[in-house]
Antibody
Framework: QVQLVQSGAEVKKPGASVKVSCKAS????????IHWVRQAPGQGLEWMGR????????NYARKFQGRVTMSRDTSISTAYMELSRLNSDDTAVYYC????????????????WGQGTLVSVSS | DIVMTQSPDSLAVSLGERATINCKSS????????????LAWYQQRPGQPPNLLIY???TRESGVPDRFSGSGSGTDFTLTISSLQAEDVAVYYC?????????FGPGTRVDIK
């Protein structure tokens, strides 16, 4: 069965960086985009970007460009999201999610989600 | 960027009654070449990740109860829960995946009256 397992909670100081991992299993990792979505406490869902695990190509939301780096290690079926220059507004649960269609078929919804990783930014 | 709006912000419905949530996109998310609307609905219960309910505006995800249905095209969409159950208490989000960034609506909270 498809599973996405994320790394554990992080506490960071303002100005620091955080790197969250998302280990995929139960399907062909290279065949499906991985999306990253975050949710601040009590707030809605915010799409951050996506990575094509096959090519490594990325699309980032304009808001995060210059601060976010999405990467992958295909040998261990793991995607990563690194966010730099953290501030208190970055306190949120960060989710990875798999696209529901193969990359070759185009853009798609997200069908499987990780459990979420809480990143807290505080001095 | 495509802006997604939802109405109402919240609603309370009696058990067994119908709940209707509306979602509007700032531009069409209908792709004429394949006749598909690039619109999904998710349910999020407290402390849980989102759960896919509906995709392509009206296709129910496997395992989702048939009391959930999606309709609409172009810029206006609706999620209907035909007979509200206690386990349906959650926040519901629409999302467009027509073009990046794949924006979400602000969410609609559904409670029991």
């Amino acid at each position: 069965q498809v599973q996405l397992v994320q790394s554990g909670a992080e506490v960071k100081k303002p100005g620091a960086s955080v790197k969250v991992s998302c280990k995929a299993s139960g399907y062909s990792f290279n065949g499906y985009y991985i999306h990253w979505v975050r949710q601040a406490p009590g707030q809605g869902l915010e799409w951050m970007g996506r990575i094509n695990p096959n090519s490594g190509g990325t699309n980032y939301a304009r808001k995060f460009q210059g601060r976010v780096t999405m990467s992958r290690d295909t040998s261990i079926s793991t995607a990563y999201m690194e966010l730099s220059r953290l501030n208190s507004d970055d306190t949120a649960v960060y989710y990875c999610a798999r696209a529901g269609c193969r990359i070759v078929t185009g853009t798609c919804y997200s069908d499987y989600w990780g459990q979420g990783t809480l990143v807290s930014v505080s001095s | 960027d495509i802006v997604m709006t939802q109405s109402p912000d919240s609603l309370a419905v009696s058990l067994g009654e119908r709940a209707t949530i509306n979602c509007k996109s700032s531009q069409s998310v209908f792709y004429s070449s394949n006749n598909k609307n690039y619109l999904a609905w998710y349910q999020q219960r407290p402390g849980q990740p989102p759960n896919l309910l509906i995709y392509w505006a009206s296709t129910r995800e496997s395992g989702v109860p048939d009391r959930f249905s999606g309709s609409g095209s172009g810029t206006d969409f609706t999620l209907t829960i035909s007979s509200l159950q206690a386990e349906d208490v959650a926040v519901y989000y629409c999302q467009q995946y027509y073009s990046t960034p794949f924006t979400f609506g602000p969410g609609t909270r559904v409670d029991i009256k």
